[in-house]
């Protein structure tokens, strides 16, 4: 190979290089509070979700904000912070569980398991009482897990009152889901 050869070739090997570089930095970053990155282009920013596409892919995929940290653009070089990470160890962190009611908001979320939280037949709450007492017990079912979020599957109120009435304790709450994390 000449020198002459040889120069062309190192120019077009750098240059190739540099659009190369300047592609990739164009890319936005995604990253989870899981730990993994991805990177692609971000197309919308909606209110529970985050609609992207994949590096070198045209089809878009969708994360639920809860499952992302930050994103930051390639173009601009701003990072944009979607989502603290909640952290549930045990079920007395209870009190942090989320509780989600549209599928979209799962994406990128790990399914851990069924959860399930109920009044008792004969009990002394108001209706109010009795699905807060639900939920609490669906929300401890899902800590105990270490999930930091709950999707809800079943949410129904019994009434026990016989025809002639009845009154305080006889509405029984009952609330079924799957647990979530990162």
């Known amino acids: 190979m000449t020198q002459q050869a040889r120069s062309k070739f190192i120019i077009t090997l750098c240059l190739f290089m540099l659009m190369a570089a300047g592609a990739f930095a164009q890319a936005d970053t995604i990253y989870l ?12 920013i909606a209110e529970k979700t ?19 940290d930050r994103i930051a653009f390639g173009r601009s070089g701003r990072v944009q912070y979607i989502s603290d990470k909640i952290r549930v160890f045990n079920r007395g962190d209870w009190e942090r569980v989320i509780v989600i009611d549209n599928t979209d908001e799962v994406a990128g979320l790990t399914r851990r398991g069924e959860v399930k939280g ?3 037949f004969i009990n ?50 009952i609330k079924k889901g799957f647990g979530y994390s990162y």
Not at 34 to 44: E, M
Not at 50 to 68: M, T
């Open 50 to 68: 985050v609609q992207f596409s994949y590096e070198n892919e045209d089809a878009q995929q969708s994360y639920g904000k809860y499952a992302i």
């Open 124 to 173: 002394y709450r108001t209706g109010e009482g009795s699905d807060k007492t639900a939920l609490k017990k669906l929300k401890m079912d899902a800590a105990e897990l270490g999930c930091a979020f709950v999707y809800i599957t079943v949410d129904k109120d019994i009434d026990r009152k016989s025809d002639e009435g009845g009154g305080f304790g006889q509405l029984q709450s």
């Open 118 to 120: 109920k009044t008792a």
């Open 33 to 44: 509070h899981n730990g993994d990155v991805v990177i692609g282009k971000v197309h919308r």
